[in-house]
């Protein structure tokens, strides 16, 4: 064999060789898992999905849908999925909680899946006795959780993904606000260090305000974690609202709670809260945010 051949063969070997490594290294990126990556598409798409099963109203074939779609998802990435079944008012409760290890929950991530039965604060009279669609009350909420569900890491510190049943018919004959949440608080056995309740934050022109009665210490982090990140402009360093929501009855407990919401929006109960009135870039920034608050928690 001449040098020059030799010289050949080592070009050709050394090229080879490149394309191997190339080709293991993409393999490597298609296989690593998303870890801290929140994919935005898919939770939008997740809030048509929500708003396609129909109401989602306690005792309707959409809430039964909408459940067990619910479960499906979240074992699919992973997570082992208990019902908490109980009963208020004379009213049945599926609450879902979804855990990946059987440790005591540090953290608690919630949010409704319910929608309401009555569009009260339509401006047309005639569609205030239709259901809510409930894009962003209800389904904008449920579709951050399910995300972050395929997102978080596995070290995170042991967490809970809670789905409220029965939060939102509250001024209704028979009914009241949070009832599902208030049955979880009433029989949760253990006490998080921290409860971040997402609702209503899907809004296409998102402005999450500080809320009153949140607890001061714990927003303080969230609305840190979303300034360093870049979300300053939708995590709005004032106080604004005093909200009853699923956080109430953990911070009547004594846990300390947090409520993400953005309540100024215009479609609250009424037949336009629809998907195009949510934006993948609200989805994006609030799970972003609580990505990173999370994932800040084992440091």
């Not at 953290?107 to 205030?128: E, S, V």
């Amino acid at each position: 064999m001449t040098k020059r051949t030799a010289s050949i063969y080592l070009i050709v070997i050394g090229i080879l060789l490149v394309g191997i490594l190339g080709w293991y290294a993409a393999s490597f990126a298609r296989q690593k898992p998303n870890a801290l990556s929140f994919d935005s598409a898919h939770a939008y798409a997740d809030v048509k999905t929500q708003v396609a099963f129909g109401p989602r109203i306690p005792g309707t074939t959409g809430h039964a849908q909408t459940r067990e779609w619910i479960r499906t998802e979240l074992e699919s990435a992973g997570w082992v999925v208990e019902v908490q079944q109980t009963e208020r008012m004379g009213h049945p409760i599926y609450n879902l909680i979804a855990k990946r290890s059987p440790q005591a929950p540090q953290i608690i991530l919630g949010a409704h899946y319910d929608t309401r039965m009555f569009a009260d604060h339509d401006p047309t009279p005639g569609k205030q006795a239709d259901p809510v669609p409930g894009a962003n009350d209800g389904a904008s909420g449920t579709a951050v959780l399910l995300e972050l569900a395929r997102a978080l890491p596995n070290n995170t510190p042991p967490l809970w993904l809670v789905f409220f049943d029965t939060e939102d018919n509250g001024n209704i004959e028979g009914w009241d606000w949070i009832l599902g949440s208030r049955a979880f608080a009433e029989e949760l056995p253990v006490k998080p260090r921290a409860v971040i309740i997402v609702d209503m934050i899907g809004d296409a022109d998102l402005n999450i305000y500080l809320e009153k009665n949140s607890n001061p210490a714990l927003r303080a982090e969230i609305w840190s974690t979303a300034q360093k990140i870049g979300y300053g402009n939708q995590f709005i360093n004032e106080e604004k609202f005093s909200m009853l929501d699923d956080h109430t009855p953990f911070l009547e407990a004594g846990i300390p709670a947090v409520d993400l919401i953005d309540f100024d929006y215009p479609y609250w109960h009424t037949t336009q809260d629809t998907p195009d009135k949510v934006s993948a870039e609200s989805l994006q920034a609030v799970g972003d945010t609580l990505l990173s608050w999370v994932t800040e928690q084992t440091k």
